[in-house]
């Protein structure tokens, strides 16, 4: 096996996209924390790091890069996370045999205080998807009222919804989606949201296989990311919506006004695709905080 530092950390990674199934997002930040860490260290020993020296490294190495990380701005949440890669690395390289260090399980994770997801209103939701199909582009405006109402419908992920294909529409009654980790779950179909897909379908002016993408660029490229959040930027000028009104906010008002309306958080956490009910108790605490906002400002000692 290679001896030195970076070499080891390519097949870490390596490891980490074909068993962990690891997303290209989780590749790339935890990579670029063990690349920094390594290049910390080598300026910190004077030397190359290689097997040898990463078997040395003591809690207070360790501790030394997390100070520069902190002195260069980085927060509690990017300190968690360059620890969490670190740990990977060092538990990569115990189970492949290269070397064991225990010097990165014997820090403390920071404790980060979890914001709280900023939902719209319901208004403001049926607001941003009747204004995104006003488009001087007849098709450009069904596709951007299609993926939006992908993700205040169906709670979807902004990558989840550029992932489906063409072979994907008509919608049955429910839609299989490949999420995190690429695990699969199925969600309900409105009967808004599957007009909503045939009306985008029929006005698509490209012609596709059924394995193509579904979602595409005014040039008729695979719509990425950064054009939804583009989408989404555009209609918060337009209508006068607060910076909260991302492509994300959709699936959080969507979690919130299902529990809202009487749903129960199980079934929540099924359609959202989370792993841990943890993650889905967050959008209760937001019920929470709108009934003491409401009390506060209704009852006469509150004012």
């Not at 068993?19 to 020993?45: K, N």
């Not at 003591?58 to 002195?71: L, S």
């Not at 008729?220 to 959040?229: L, T, V, W």
């Amino acid at each position: 096996m290679a001896d030195g530092a970076d070499a080891l950390r390519k097949m870490w990674l390596q490891a980490l996209a074909h068993e962990r199934r690891a997303s290209p997002h989780t590749l790339r930040a935890y990579g670029d924390d063990v690349a920094r860490f390594i290049g910390f260290q080598a300026g910190h020993i004077g030397g190359a790091v290689t097997q040898k020296t990463l078997a040395k490294l003591t809690p207070a190495d360790i501790r030394a890069f997390i100070t520069a990380r902190r002195a260069e701005g980085l927060g509690a949440g990017g300190v968690q996370r360059a620890l969490a890669a670190i740990r990977s690395f060092y538990k990569f390289l115990a189970k492949e045999g290269v070397l064991e260090n225990a010097a990165a399980r014997s820090l403390r994770t920071p404790r980060v205080r979890r914001a709280l997801p900023r939902p719209l209103s319901p208004h403001d939701a049926e607001r941003v998807l009747a204004e995104a199909g006003a488009h001087d582009v007849e098709w450009l405006g069904a596709r951007d009222a299609a993926l939006l109402t992908l993700l205040y419908g169906a709670g979807l992920r902004i990558s989840e919804a550029l992932g489906l294909k063409r072979g994907d529409v008509p919608l049955g009654e429910t839609l299989t989606v490949l999420g995190k980790g690429r695990k699969e779950r199925s969600v309900p179909v409105l009967p808004v949201l599957r007009a909503a897909l045939d009306d985008y379908a029929g006005k698509l002016p490209f012609s596709g296989a059924p394995s193509s993408p579904l979602f595409l660029s005014r040039r008729g490229r695979p719509m990425s990311a950064r054009e939804a959040q583009g989408l989404m930027q555009n209609l918060r000028g337009r209508l006068g919506l607060p910076d909260k009104a991302t492509p994300h906010a959709l699936r959080h008002s969507f979690a919130t006004h299902i529990l809202q309306g009487g749903g129960d958080l199980r079934s929540v956490q099924e359609l959202l695709g989370h792993a841990s009910l943890s993650t889905t108790q967050i959008y209760t605490a937001i019920d929470t905080r709108q009934l003491l906002e409401t009390y506060a400002k209704a009852h006469p000692r509150g004012r």
